[in-house]
């Protein structure tokens, strides 16, 4: 099961494993939404535990991002979103309905190739191509409805 390695993973990195960070591990999860934002999470993580407050959300959210548990995908023109793959990707984000996928190819970079060439160790990466999905270019769109 996926979430207890993310149990394990808090324990490694020091942190109590409790109900309201596994109700947001949880809800990143489970939340029907690919790259969730933190209104979706919280929403979501309340069904598991009602008494959990938005600020909680936040400072978790925050935290596991700190860690490196999570990845927080920052926009310049829309609120965050969050997403469990850690790994190298990139995210296709829809310029119409908001969706964000994510497509992994094995011809990403190769960190190890650009350390050996430049000496610069890379830590974290994000790749994004925006345009239009299929759904939207088909006309199928949902009418601008973030699905993910």
């Given at each position: 099961m996926r979430n207890e390695s993310?149990?394990?993973?808090?324990?490694?990195?020091?942190?109590?494993v409790t109900p309201?960070?596994?109700?947001i591990i949880d809800a990143v999860e489970k939340s029907g939404?690919?790259?969730?934002s933190v209104?979706?999470?919280?929403?979501?993580?309340?069904?598991?535990?009602?008494?959990l407050s938005l600020s909680t959300t936040y400072a978790t959210l925050k935290e596991l991002?700190?860690?490196?548990?999570?990845?927080?995908l920052q926009f310049d023109?829309?609120?965050?979103?969050?997403?469990?793959?850690l790994e190298d990707h990139i995210n296709l984000i829809c310029n119409r309905c908001g969706r964000i996928t994510d497509y992994t190819s094995s011809e990403s970079?190769?960190?190890?190739?650009?350390?050996?060439?430049?000496?610069?160790?890379v830590v974290d990466?994000?790749?994004e191509f925006y345009g239009i999905c299929s759904e939207c270019s088909s006309g199928t769109s949902q009418g601008g409805e973030e699905r993910s």
């Open positions: 993310y149990i394990q993973r808090l324990r490694e990195t020091g942190l109590k309201q960070r596994i109700a939404y690919l790259h969730p209104m979706q999470i919280y929403k979501e993580a309340r069904k598991n535990s009602p008494k991002s700190r860690l490196r548990l999570i990845k927080t023109r829309k609120e965050n979103r969050y997403e469990l793959d970079a190769d960190r190890g190739k650009i350390r050996k060439r430049t000496g610069f160790q990466s994000r790749m």
